[in-house]
DNA sequence: AGATATGATTTTGT
DNA sequence: ACAAAATCATATCT
């Protein structure tokens, strides 16, 4: 009869419920009943097993944290921001005067992300904290009809807890996203490609094409190169790896370049109108662009001595015209700076 | 707006 | 490990 009490307790209103628990609570049977069940526990022996105390410690969720704390979204308030925003613009290798502005940007939009994050993060916590405190009464409150252990309340919080903290992942998920989003956005160079200055750029074409021959610059003269033209040893490296390609496949829409930038060092001598054919150069192998037809290569015989810029060559170092004699290189293993690239977080 | 130029990155080949 | 080649993504031109 009071096993169907208890059972009808449910389908009744609070204030009744509550009555007739204390009712319950109150009746002269509960002690007998308390102690069947007790016995009836102690029988089935349905007690807590030990098991999986230890958590695994996910290692995407420690992926996850690190990367947080990393990005300076997860770390301590305001200065971690900062040291993160400066790391990251030294990790994207910019080393560009106006990057600034858009660091500013950068680093406000990541402040948004860490305030909610930090919100979320804070909200969760205190849901988890006041789920546990209500699951703990409820327990503690049942724990006068029915037989509650200790373990049973411990695993209980447990559980919520483990609940709570796959709840925290998500978010944590979500966020690190945002953030990868906004790095891609603001710290890829690519996304934020400036021409080099008319400077540079003159700099650069007047080795290239004075090099024609043998346009690999030393990681000395590379180094020159990028000292004078304001830009690093790495964008030295890869404007002649692009030029090299983008010359050579297509050197007719290049022979005005050419002109302009080998008259420009043999001033002294002609100013002859007729302008020199392209020069076709052991580096530039086999390949012939459509625009430069299969005969340009007939004609590729060893580097024509361009007399003029021989003199260039001579002065700028063992470089120029080297390709016959043995000199190609002067021994250089060390490796000064690598090519700095985004990181790959995830 | 679309075509071309250009700096950077990724893939490929040796 | 290095350079060529391919590709990407933005800048600049028309």
């Given at each position: 009869e009071i096993l169907q009490q208890i059972v009808g307790i449910a389908e009744?209103?609070?204030?009744?419920?509550?009555?007739?628990?204390?009712?319950?609570?109150?009746?002269?049977?509960?002690?007998?009943?308390?102690?069947?069940?007790?016995?009836?526990?102690?029988?089935?022996?349905?007690?807590?097993?030990?098991?999986?105390?230890?958590?695994?410690?996910?290692?995407?969720?420690?992926?996850?944290?690190?990367?947080?704390?990393?990005?300076?979204?997860?770390?301590?308030?305001?200065?971690?921001?900062?040291?993160?925003?400066?790391?990251?613009?030294?990790?994207?290798?910019?080393?560009s005067p106006d990057s600034?502005?858009?660091?500013?940007?950068?680093?406000?939009?990541?402040a948004q992300i860490r305030q909610i994050y930090h919100a979320e993060l804070e909200k969760y916590e205190q849901a988890c904290n006041e789920f546990t405190t209500h699951v703990m009464n409820l327990l503690r409150e049942q724990s006068r009809t029915r037989p509650v252990a200790p373990r049973e309340i411990e695993r209980m919080v447990g559980i919520i807890h483990r609940k709570f903290s796959s709840i925290q992942m998500q978010l944590k998920q979500s966020t690190c996203e945002a953030v990868m989003i906004l790095r891609s956005r603001f710290?890829?160079?690519?996304?934020?490609?400036?021409?080099?200055?008319?400077?540079?750029?003159?700099?650069?074409?007047?080795?290239?094409?004075?090099?024609?021959?043998?346009?690999?610059?030393?990681?000395?003269?590379?180094?020159?190169?990028?000292?004078?033209?304001?830009?690093?040893?790495?964008?030295?490296?890869?404007?002649?790896?692009?030029?090299?390609?983008?010359?050579?496949?297509?050197?007719?829409?290049?022979?005005?370049?050419?002109?302009?930038?080998?008259?420009?060092?043999?001033?002294?001598?002609?100013?002859?109108?007729?302008?020199?054919?392209?020069?076709?150069a052991p580096w530039m192998g086999t390949c012939t662009s459509s625009l430069s037809p299969p005969w340009v290569r007939l004609l590729s015989l060893p580097a024509p001595p361009q007399v003029e810029s021989l003199r260039h060559s001579m002065s700028q170092g063992p470089y120029g015209e080297g390709l016959a004699s043995g000199q190609l290189y002067s021994p250089r293993d060390v490796r000064v700076s690598p090519c700095p690239s985004t990181p790959q977080l995830l």
């Open positions: 009744q209103s609070l204030d009744e419920a509550q009555a007739k628990k204390h009712a319950l609570n109150c009746h002269r049977m509960k002690p007998a009943l308390f102690s069947v069940l007790c016995e009836i526990k102690e029988k089935t022996g349905l007690s807590v097993r030990s098991s999986q105390e230890e958590e695994p410690v996910d290692p995407q969720l420690m992926r996850l944290d690190n990367m947080l704390l990393a990005e300076g979204v997860a770390g301590p308030e305001k200065g971690g921001g900062l040291v993160a925003a400066a790391a990251a613009a030294a990790a994207s290798g910019g080393v600034s502005i858009e660091h500013s940007d950068y680093r406000h939009k990541l710290l890829d160079a690519r996304r934020k490609r400036r021409n080099f200055s008319k400077q540079a750029t003159e700099l650069l074409n007047e080795y290239f094409y004075s090099h024609l021959s043998n346009p690999y610059p030393s990681e000395e003269a590379k180094e020159q190169l990028a000292k004078q033209g304001g830009i690093t040893v790495c964008q030295v490296s890869n404007w002649f790896g692009n030029k090299r390609i983008r010359y050579k496949k297509n050197i007719g829409k290049f022979q005005e370049e050419a002109n302009i930038y080998t008259v420009k060092t043999a001033m002294s001598v002609t100013h002859g109108t007729q302008s020199e054919p392209p020069v076709t």
